[in-house]
């Protein structure tokens, strides 16, 4: 005599094994919860199981859930404007057009600031100089075009030894 197996996976099994014990379930389906379908948590409509393959209950088809959809840039939670401080102190912004990004989709604040008031692109050998020396502080007054990164140095030497001299002065 054939019945189902007890796990609810629909598979015909004898009703006994060959030492005349009663059966339930198919060989390992004794761990398996019982499988159902249910009616999809969100209203959908769609019918699932109420477990995976893996024995974990569920209640919803894959994204079905507005709580499990994966977030990305406004609506993320976190989101600040695109916005983020690096670790040597600049400003940068999230901008994934730009011709000269970064690998992360990032350009500097102080040289979007600097092609808004040319009206063009910088060229990646062009360098923003921040007077004052602080280098999240991004405004146009505050901020100077070099031709290179070796103008830029001198620039910084001159400045140091400017502070080095007025402090032996005082």
């Known amino acids: 005599m054939k019945v189902e197996c007890a796990c ?12 005349g014990r009663l059966r339930k ?16 948590a969100c209203g959908c409509g769609n019918k699932l199981t109420n477990f995976t393959k893996q024995g974990r209950s569920r ?33 940068s912004i999230l901008k994934r057009k730009h011709p000269f990004k970064t690998s992360a989709n990032r350009v500097f604040e102080h040289r979007l600031v600097m092609e808004k008031k040319l009206a063009r692109y910088l060229k990646p050998w ?18 100077e075009l070099v031709t290179n990164s ?19 002065v005082k």
């Open 59 to 91: 209640k919803y088809i894959r994204y079905h859930n507005l709580n499990d959809l994966p977030k990305f840039g406004k609506d993320h939670p976190n989101w600040k404007g695109g916005r983020a401080l690096t670790t040597r102190g600049y400003v």
């Open 25 to 40: 379930y198919l060989k390992g389906h004794h761990r398996r919860k019982k499988r159902e379908l249910i009616y999809c």
């Open 126 to 143: 062009e360098v923003v100089h921040h007077k004052n020396g602080v280098k999240d502080d991004n405004r146009i007054e505050n901020l």
């Open 8 to 19: 609810g996976c629909g598979k015909l099994i004898d009703k006994y094994d060959s030492r």
């Open 150 to 168: 070796t103008v830029h140095l001198a620039i910084e030497r001159l400045l140091k030894e400017n502070e080095k001299l007025r402090k032996q």
